[in-house]
């Protein structure tokens, strides 16, 4: 794994799909609603618009149809 990633555990990637779930969130290529989360990127430090605790989590549609399954959910720390 990269060093500027950051690994989460099964209980924040259950709490990823709560919000992912929460948001009415689907695949924009295939409207699956089924995702796998991978990592945490943090966003604080490199985009100067963006909150100092938010992360971009690695989102990998499971619909065996899509084309273009990965994506990804803005969150903040606290939503981990």
Request: hydrophobic share 35%; with cysteine.
């Amino acid at each position: 794994m990269r060093p500027e990633l950051t690994a989460l555990t099964d209980e924040q990637k259950h709490r990823v799909l709560r919000q992912v779930r929460r948001r009415h969130g689907s695949c924009r290529h295939c409207g699956g609603a089924e995702f796998l989360v991978g990592e945490a990127l943090y966003l604080g430090f490199l985009f100067l618009s963006e909150d100092t605790d938010a992360y971009m989590v690695a989102l990998t549609c499971t619909s065996p149809r899509c084309f273009a399954p990965r994506t990804g959910i803005r969150l903040s720390e606290s939503e981990l």
